[in-house]
């Protein structure tokens, strides 16, 4: 008998695998219902999971990234344009310091000269995968890959080396950080030219090109400790979720209505924090949205093709010029597999800071943010979809039909996450 | 086989309070029995949740029980390590037999965005590190137990709000 | 509309990789190949391959019947053309040799040299034991030729005398081969990859491969003919994409032409299933056939003049999933479940409305269990609760058992996830360890079945016999008949034993377990390719080679055409595949080429559902339906 019981009662706790339904949707959110200024639950709680991180994530596969001295000598070098191959360009040239780290255009790139937006540098250490197909996995990492592009800085890191070794700050300051610079005597021009190593790069020894690819990795890892400083302003978001965390109801009536309504409905109805969720207000990773694209854009392998470049390249997290090749963001990118279904896929794009970094998505393809909500929305500019299509690209993304008076309180909210005024918004 | 025994003794006096008394003395014994045996053996057919986070699943042919935990509240955007001890006639695994883990959301058509590994442990237990559920919503959980050339997959669901 | 042409243009233009200024003059003139010249209908043959000649123009290989023809680069196809040896009824692959002669592969494993009338000349050995040659090429550095092994999955390198040189595994369905420069190239269509190493110094290595599965430039599906061009560049009959890519040295997508054929049997530049594509690189005309077709088709430099079509410029990223050629219906429910190996996927469909509704789908080409490299014959098990069905997975040699908990109610949406993996095999290990089954060579899984108490009976192609297993996917038996059985086309379940239409044989049987040899229903059938019982006794089969659907009476007698004839019509078929009969008499036949299902019900009315463009009345009807099914979906 007891026996028995004993059985019964564990049966009980069994959990089976319950029907398959149609997911119940994410919490009951009512944008009829009125919502106070520190909001109910659980969208104050879902609100406040956007917090801003205080300081960027670790990034043990550079040991340098939260040193100062490393993080003022990468200053110096992110307007350096003596790191281009004409001597014109620099990483500040796109990234303007004046213009919320962007430079306002696309750029072609590659093989198909597929364009690229220019993305903001604002709170870029916050980032899990560099690039908008994520073809880099560290921030120094990223750091190098324009400058020595073909379509952006056009350098050499045997030019960069030399550069440095001629400039008596750039060169003090690096050897107080790094230590003595490798033997620059008789190397070749360049290493690398039209993509391709030149002959000169191949007949070094082995043991030399290690030497000198340390060093130019060492000059990414202190452009990226300065680029980990680059904390983007506070916003008036941010002002927002403090005074939410602070239960201070009379600083969070400050926020406009109408941003707080937009807020509701990017946590609700229009489910934007399904993707832009956490402190980047990006989920980190990589989503097809269908998109329409023709052209050269119909040729962007996205993902697809940033794994594969990822996985071989010397300077990924687990090569051997990272200082954590063992560890998490190295085991990341390992276990990285080709997945065509993540062809066409790109980072979803962080929120912040928005105003004033026009145009959007990765090709540039969408002018203003009433355009982006459209794409959502309406699916308005996005590939048809549904049955007969393909399994191909996000199967969640549906019409959402917004009110005029909602995609203006959708913008709102995304202008407060920007701590630039915006532009008045065209009509159409 | 303990037979179910319909009949317990009854008293002269207040015969149905004996009987409640008798089952809830049992029922307290049993749980003892059950605790203290827990960390010495495996019960004889089925295994009990351990507590929060603890998921039971069984496998679709009843082959395999998989007790699998996930961190209560499941983290959203954060990576864990799921973890487990697979059962076979109430028995742990042995060692050869292979057990991997994975995760995805059949209604978006997405799995785990990095991919996880799962390493064998020892007494049927099973890890997969840097697992990251990146949206909310349903995750479907399937564990495969691999014996030789049979696959058999157990799986369960878990909701992330 | 001028301005079209150069954003066609454009991409090629810009993808010069910096080579010699005379190379980029060609470069550019092979990236604007595509326009579509001329189509030749090769009818009834199929062509089966095809290579350019030095002097200009193109060899082909036919076959039913097997012959030798020629084709000029303007478009002329000679009426001449010559019987192949008796031996190369089934021709896979041709190659030029220097004094006007050709070397030939047979699908049965034979290489051959042919003169220019087709007669032999001799044979040369080849690999040893049985292989099934899948495609042909000359060796690199020209000394000597490349062959592929379909049934181990091999490549070889032949000497001139034809010895095997050197040998490579590791390949799943190696469907074309080709030099380039130092390196070798294999398509394979299990791994839908292009697969590239130096002989020298490598071992060719699947991971590292070129391209996944997928529709977007730079992706494949089932890639099959490959062709070199000037030591440096490939054509890549890209078969279920429909298209023919264009890769260089590298690997890289540079370029492609062709586009799914929308209407059946559509021409002009429009590719349907290409197998083969073979480059006169001095006119700069790429030569493409599509047995589906019985067709070749000529492709030349885009005249600027011409506008692009707008299907050209609109680049899709998503595979057209077809019906394949197996399909089951759930005893005593409302399930259809069909194989497409186009999308690497399994579809349920709701069968019993107008149009039959997709409720759920699984797979994905991948090796991972729930995924697939050509799923084949499919079956359900006996009992509903829940329903399971099994699935042959023929690339990654396995048997997967999915099952369904779908509550039977109106239900207008699809379900993700409503299907569920039970359980797998590993065919190959399981060969292996149970000592009856074990041989030499590796399974192929094709037709499956699942018959009474659960038995389920898998055809191994590779060694020509019927495997028996449990619920369990444990071994309980086998069916062969050596003689008898050359390939298991098709199985269905009868009472206690199994109807088998054997399309190599030509022959339908009917096995029993317990006893050692099948009953011979009809030992001179042609090509049957479906077979099944009806509940009224009579046997209906399909016969790939005339489109028809036929009836043996009950107790035997001359088999009567129900449904036949090539063609898209009321009553035709085009390469028609699996029949499965319902318990109410209802035939279900896959008319695999016409991309279509027709449901003959008991009352002989015929119902068809499909792709739009191959149904009677254009589409019309099925539009109407699904105009309605939508609108109650959005109501939900």
């Not at chain 3, 359980?423 to 041989?439: E, G, I, N, Y």
Request: charged letters at 20%.
């Amino acid at each position: 008998m007891m026996v028995m019981l004993l059985l019964s009662l564990l049966a009980l706790t069994i959990v089976q695998d319950p029907p398959p339904s149609v997911p119940t949707p994410s919490p009951a959110v009512t944008d009829e219902k009125e919502q106070g200024p520190l909001l109910d639950e659980p969208l104050r709680r879902l609100a406040l999971s956007l917090r801003r991180a205080e300081t960027p994530p670790e990034d043990r596969t550079n040991r340098f990234a939260d040193d100062p001295a490393a993080a003022q000598l990468g200053q110096l070098l992110f307007s350096d344009v003596e790191l281009s191959g004409d001597g014109k360009i620099s990483c500040a040239t796109c990234h303007r310091p004046d213009q919320q780290l962007v430079d306002g255009k696309t750029h072609p790139r590659g093989f198909n000269q597929i364009p690229r937006d220019t993305p903001t540098l604002h709170d870029v250490a916050g980032h899990r995968w560099w690039g908008w197909d994520g073809r880099w996995d560290s921030l120094w990492m990223q750091a190098l890959g324009p400058i020595e592009e073909v379509d952006e800085m056009a350098g050499d890191r045997l030019q960069v080396l030399r550069h440095l070794a001629a400039t008596k700050e750039l060169l003090q300051r690096y050897q107080a950080i790094f230590g003595a610079l490798p033997d620059l005597a008789s190397l070749p021009e360049r290493a690398i030219e039209a993509g391709e190593a030149t002959t000169g790069w191949k007949a070094l020894s082995e043991a030399r090109r290690r030497q000198l690819n340390r060093a130019f990795t060492n000059i990414g890892k202190a452009i990226a400790a300065y680029e980990r400083t680059l904390r983007g302003p506070a916003t008036p978001f941010d002002h927002y979720l403090e005074a939410l965390a602070a239960s201070d109801s009379q600083v969070a009536a400050e926020y406009p209505i109408s941003a707080r309504r937009g807020l509701i409905l990017f946590l609700g109805k229009a489910k934007c924090i399904r993707c832009h969720g956490g402190p980047m207000l990006s989920d980190g990773e990589f989503h097809d949205t269908g998109i329409l694209t023709s052209g050269r854009t119909a040729r962007d392998a996205g993902r697809y093709g940033g794994i594969q470049e990822l996985r071989v390249h010397p300077f990924r997290s687990g090569g051997e010029y990272s200082d954590d090749p063992q560890g998490d963001r190295a085991s990341r990118t390992e276990r990285l597999q080709r997945d065509a279904a993540l062809w066409g896929a790109f980072r979803t794009s962080s929120l912040r800071y928005l105003v004033g970094t026009a145009p959007y998505f990765h090709d540039g393809g969408m002018a203003d943010l009433r355009s982006v909500i459209r794409f959502y929305t309406w699916r308005q500019g996005a590939r048809p979809s549904g049955a007969g299509h393909s399994h191909q690209g996000e199967t969640m993304l549906t019409r959402i039909p917004l009110t005029r008076q909602e995609e203006d309180d959708l913008i709102h909210f995304l202008e407060s996450l920007s701590a630039v005024e915006s532009s008045p918004t065209p009509d159409d | 086989m303990t037979e179910f025994d319909s009949d317990p003794s009854a008293s002269s006096e207040s015969p149905g309070c004996i009987i409640l008394v008798l089952v809830v003395f049992s029922l307290l014994t049993g749980l003892l029995m059950l605790l203290f045996f827990a960390g010495c053996q495996a019960p004889p057919t089925a295994v009990a949740p351990q507590g929060p986070g603890w998921k039971s699943l069984i496998s679709a042919d009843g082959t395999y029980q998989v007790m699998l935990y996930i961190p209560d509240p499941t983290p959203l955007n954060q990576e864990f390590t799921a973890q487990g001890t697979v059962f076979k006639d109430g028995e742990p695994i042995s060692e050869d037999v292979e057990v991997v883990f994975d995760g995805g959301m059949p209604q978006h058509a997405h799995g785990l965005a990095v991919p996880v590994e799962t390493i064998r442990r020892p007494a049927g237990g099973f890890a997969a590190a840097g697992v990251r559920f990146h949206m909310g919503g349903r995750w479907l959980l399937t564990v495969d137990i691999i014996e030789g050339p049979h696959l058999e997959r157990a799986r369960g669901w878990v909701e992330i709000r | 509309m001028n301005l079209l042409w150069i954003l066609f243009l454009w991409p090629g233009l810009n993808l010069t990789p910096a080579p010699t200024s005379d190379l980029v003059s060609d470069l550019e003139t092979h990236l604007t190949v595509g326009f579509p010249l001329v189509s030749r209908s090769l009818a009834p043959a199929l062509p089966a391959a095809i290579c350019a000649l030095e002097s200009g123009g193109f060899a082909l290989l036919t076959e039913r019947p097997a012959r030798l023809r020629f084709l000029s680069s303007a478009g002329t196809l000679k009426d001449e053309s010559w019987p192949l040896p008796d031996l190369f009824s089934s021709p896979r692959g041709i190659q030029p040799l220097r004094r006007g002669h050709f070397i030939i592969i047979d699908r049965a494993g034979h290489v051959g040299e042919i003169d220019r009338q087709g007669k032999l000349v001799r044979m040369l050995p080849g690999p040893e034991g049985r292989w099934q040659a899948g495609a042909l090429s000359r060796a690199p550095g020209g000394v000597g030729w490349l062959v592929t092994d379909l049934l181990h999955g091999r490549l070889h390198q032949l000497d001139l005398d034809g010895n095997v040189h050197q040998s490579w595994s590791g390949f799943i369905e190696p469907t074309g081969v080709c030099s380039v420069g130092d390196h070798i190239w294999v398509s394979d269509r299990g791994w839908h990859r292009l697969i590239r190493f130096d002989p020298r110094s490598q071992q060719p290595d699947p991971q590292q491969g070129i391209g996944d599965h997928g529709a977007a430039p730079g992706l494949l599906a089932s890639p099959m003919g490959l062709c070199a061009v000037e030591d440096q560049f490939l054509w890549v009959s890209d078969r279920d994409n429909h298209r023919v890519q264009f890769f260089n040295g590298r690997g890289f997508s540079m370029h492609y032409f062709g586009i799914h054929s929308m209407l059946p049997r559509e021409a002009m530049g429009r590719l349907h299933y290409p197998t083969a594509v073979a480059y006169d690189e001095k006119a700069a005309i790429a030569a493409v056939i599509e047995p589906s077709e019985r067709r070749v088709q000529l492709f030349g430099v885009r005249d600027p003049e011409v506008a692009v079509a707008a299907a050209e410029l609109w680049q899709r990223v998503d595979l057209v999933s077809h019906y394949g050629r197996y399909w089951a219906i759930q005893p005593g429910g409302r399930l259809l479940v069909v194989s497409e190996p186009d999308s690497e996927r399994l579809s349920v469909l709701v069968r019993d409305l107008e149009i039959p509704f997709e409720l759920d789908d699984v797979g994905g080409a991948g090796s991972a269990p729930g995924r697939f490299r050509t799923p084949m014959g499919v079956d359900f098990l006996p009992g509903n609760d829940p329903s399971r069905w099994v699935v042959a997975d023929r690339g990654n040699q396995r048997l997967q058992m999915f099952q369904i908990t779908w509550k039977e109610k109106p239900s207008w949406r699809r379900e993700p996830a409503l299907v569920q993996l039970v359980r797998t095999v590993d065919m190959a290990r399981l060969v292996q360890q149970h000592s009856p089954w074990q041989s030499s060579v590796p399974p192929r899984l094709a037709a499956l079945a699942c018959g009474e108490g659960g038995i389920i009976a898998v055809a191994d192609d590779a060694n020509e016999r019927i495997l028996l297993l449990d619920r369990r996917f444990r071994p309980v038996g086998q069916f062969e008949s050596a003689g008898l059985l050359k390939e298991a086309t098709a199985i269905s379940a009868d009472g206690n034993g199994f109807l088998v239409a054997d399309a190599i044989g030509g022959a339908l049987l009917r096995f029993e377990p317990g006893q050692l040899q099948p009953e011979v229903i009809d030992g001179d059938c042609r090509m049957p390719v479906g077979v099944d019982r009806h509940p009224d006794g009579s046997i209906w089969y399909t016969n790939g080679a005339n489109h028809s659907l036929l009836r043996i009476p009950p107790g035997g007698g001359k088999a009567q055409t129900i449904l036949g004839g090539g063609g898209t019509g009321e009553r035709q078929l085009f390469r028609p595949r699996a029949v499965r009969i319902d318990e109410d008499g209802s035939v279900w036949v896959l008319d695999h080429g016409n991309h279509r299902g027709v449901v003959i019900d008991q009352d002989g009315a015929l119902r068809h559902f499909g792709s739009e463009p191959y149904l009677p009345d254009g589409g019309v009807r099925m539009r109407q339906l699904k105009l309605q099914q939508k609108k109650l979906q959005e109501q939900r």
